[in-house]
């Protein structure tokens, strides 16, 4: 006789990347959206993921892009900070946001700033 075919929940449990977290979900939803230029949606939807998993280094680096996007410079560099504060040791995401605010500093007009910025994103 042949053996029964698993309970759903051991089958679930057995392929764990098939199941997205609701701020996995909506980070995707966020990442269609500024692809297709919709960044008032895409903030709206990191903004939304953000109040599920605030301590989410990687939302908080997709908002500050998103805010770059919309010309949003000051607050870019700020929530950059905030995902640089909350990376612990990812380093390419600490990297990805001293870019952003080396941006952002030089649409400041803060020349040396944006050097700093621009040698902390080289991992200097």
Do not use: C, F, Y
């Not at 599920?52 to 990687?58: R, S, V």
């Not at 380093?91 to 952003?100: E, F, G, M, P």
């Amino acid at each position: 006789q042949p053996s029964a075919p698993p309970a759903p929940e051991v089958a679930a449990a057995a392929t764990p990347a098939l199941q997205a977290t609701p701020g996995d979900a909506l980070r995707g939803q966020a990442d269609q959206q500024r692809q297709s230029g919709d960044h008032a949606g895409a903030a709206a939807t990191l903004e939304r993921a953000l109040r599920l998993k605030p301590q989410d280094a990687q939302l908080w680096n997709r908002l500050a892009r998103v805010r770059m996007d919309q010309g949003l410079h000051s607050q870019a560099a700020n929530l950059a900070a905030r995902s640089n504060a909350l990376a612990g040791d990812q380093a390419a995401l600490k990297q990805d946001n001293w870019s952003i605010i080396a941006g952002a500093r030089r649409q400041a007009g803060d020349a040396a700033g944006a050097a700093d910025a621009e040698r902390r994103a080289r991992g200097a």
